[in-house]
Structure formats: C-alpha cells, structure tokens
C-alpha cells in the first residue's frame, strides 16, 4: 500500500482507499469503490493462487444470489451485512471468487478515511 500512495497518489488507510464517483442518473448521489491489496498470505480470496479478487456493486443482493443459484453459479457463503453494506463471493467460470457488494453509500461514505478523487 506504501508504494501506492508514495507513487501513484492513492490516499490509504489500513484497508486501502476508496474511489468516489457520481451516479450518472442522480448526480447529487456518491458512490465509491473499495480499493485495496492484501497480504501475500491472505486467505480472504479463498485460493492461495488467486492474486486478486473483483469486487462488484449490485442492486439487490438477495434477489441477485436467487437469479445466480437458479442459473447454477457457485455462491461461496451466505449473505452478510453489515452497517455499509451486504456481501456474498460466489465462483465465476474458472474458479475465481468474486465478491458482490450491496453499498449503504450513505453509511460507507461516513466510515472512511482514505478517499481518492
């Protein structure tokens, strides 16, 4: 994460930063999207050989992971929510775990401290 900020300008904290962005369909709304490399060690992905993981925003969540499971895609764990959002991994095509992300914006944008525009 060091070498993020010192040469690429990206403000951090201990999870990384988040990058903020405007709703092309309500401009006044902000969203953000996490940013954030792991340790080398790190089980988070669920694969050791995994490098890195997407994190996607959706709508929805539960509805989302019904449609998924009809359509015969892996989901990982259940559902967890928290105060800034609900999450679930599920498996793409060729094993790699996704994390798909219902935000609470309003809640999420109160909690950080790394934010780069």
């Known amino acids: 994460m060091d070498w ?4 690429l300008g990206i403000a951090m904290d201990k999870y990384g930063s988040s990058f903020q962005w405007r709703r092309a369909d309500e401009k006044e709304k902000k969203g953000h999207t996490a940013w954030g490399p ?15 993981m997407i994190n996607y925003r959706v709508e929805n969540l539960p509805l989302l992971v019904e449609q998924l499971k009809k359509e015969g895609v ?16 599920i498996l793409d095509l060729e094993g ?12 999420y944008e109160k909690m950080l401290n790394a934010v780069t525009k």
């Open 38 to 52: 792991l340790e080398e060690n790190s089980d988070y992905f669920g694969n050791t050989s995994q490098q890195y």
């Open 96 to 107: 790699n775990r996704v994390e798909l992300w219902e935000a609470n914006d309003e809640v």
């Open 4 to 7: 993020y900020e010192q040469h």
């Open 74 to 89: 892996t989901i990982v764990d259940e559902i967890e929510a928290f105060e800034y959002g609900k999450f679930v991994h």
